[in-house]
Each structure stands twice: as C-alpha cells, then as structure tokens.
C-alpha cells in the first residue's frame, strides 16, 4: 500500500485539483466524483494553529444558515479559549468563505457545521458518506486520504492525502456518481502519534430538523 500527498494538477481517476475556489464547482459535473482547491496556507497561520494547545482548540457541532458561520465558529473559539488576534480571525473567516461557497455550489439554506477536534482513529475505514456532498477541509494536522477501491472491492492500493488546509468537496451515496468510480476516503489513522487535528466538516441539509 502506497501513501502519497496529492500534488497532481489534472484528474486522478474521479477527483481533480484546481487552483482557484471558483473550480470547485467542477464537482457538479457528471464525471466528477470529488474536488480539492489545492491552495497554500499562510506560514504565519499554520505555525500559530500548530502550536495552540490542543484544549485551546474550537470545537462545535451545530445546523445553521450559512450567514450564521461566523457567529458560530466566534462563539466556538471564545468557549475554547482560542488567543484573539488575527489568526484566530483568520480562521474564522476562512470557515465562514467555505460554508458559504459550499452553500453555494449546493443552493443549500442549511449546512451541518462540524468543527472536530481529532486524536485518535476517526472514520479509519475506507468509506462513502451518506449525504450529497461533503466538504472537509483539516486546517492542523494530517488531512483526508483518499483512493479508488479495487475491484474486489479491497481498500485502495494507493492512498492520497489531501495537504492541508486544501478543502475537498465528494460527492455521497445520496448523490451517486454513475458508474460508481470506486472513490473512497478515510480519517488518516493517527492513534498513538501524539498528532491533534482540526477538522472542519460540512454536509448540505434541507431540512433543518433532520437528525445528525
């Protein structure tokens, strides 16, 4: 079993890479199955996230309306003590900008907001989610991995990371890619490393009494 950062520019089987938040529209198209904005974060910025202490990360789990993010994600980082400055505003920028792209490309009224803190083994097995699209992006720590079943079914034989602070939009099993491409992903498995991840996680609702 191979582990690679995913660095290719053009398509790797269902998921391509683009260069701007505007190509992350692509995943609308039949052939795609999923979409990574391979973008760079800011040195200042990955150093400060990388060094809060754990504790000091926020965490929430709420369904709002995507004009509500940054009020949710301010809240979150004031629970958790998150230092005030520029890069926790940084931060909680950037979470309101991809929640309101998200809602965008799916004309969703409603998104279930996930901010996750991670140190063990979450979601380790090779999977699909039940829901039409998600968006994850991992602002500190190993980001998503992903690759194409084989066609036992098997785990993939390639792995892929999606890099850091790079968001990836998959199409789930309530929005199947026809034929099935066999695209997979997983939690990087972390348990024992010492390493925290920050996860935000965002799935499109109609409804917003639907359970979680």
Avoid: K
Avoid at 7 to 17: D, F, G, K, N, Q
Avoid at 38 to 66: H, Y
Wanted: overall charge neutral; hydrophobic content about 35%.
């Amino acid at each position: 079993m191979t582990v690679q950062r995913f660095i290719e520019p053009a398509r790797t089987r269902s998921v391509i890479s683009t260069p701007s938040p505007q190509g992350m529209r692509q995943v609308r198209a039949a052939e795609v199955g999923g979409v990574i904005w391979d973008r760079e974060t800011l040195a200042s910025f990955q150093t400060w996230i990388d060094g809060l202490s754990p504790a000091n990360l926020p965490q929430t789990r709420v369904i709002l309306r995507p004009a509500a993010t940054r009020d949710a994600v301010t809240a979150a980082c004031v629970t958790a003590g998150t230092p005030d400055g520029p890069e926790r505003r940084r931060l909680i920028d950037d979470v309101s900008a991809l929640a309101n792209m998200f809602a965008d490309i799916m004309d969703a009224r409603w998104l279930r907001l996930r901010l996750d803190v991670v140190d063990g083994n979450a979601c380790r097995r090779f999977h699909v989610d039940r829901t039409t699209a998600r968006l994850i992006c991992t602002y500190r720590g190993t980001g998503t991995q992903f690759g194409v079943a084989q066609r036992d079914g098997a785990d993939p034989e390639t792995i892929q990371t999606v890099p850091t602070g790079s968001p990836l939009v998959m199409r789930g099993t309530l929005w199947p890619v026809e034929p099935d491409p066999g695209l997979r992903h997983r939690s990087p498995p972390i348990e024992g490393s010492g390493e925290t991840r920050l996860v935000l996680i965002l799935d499109p609702i109609d409804d917003p009494d639907e359970p979680s």
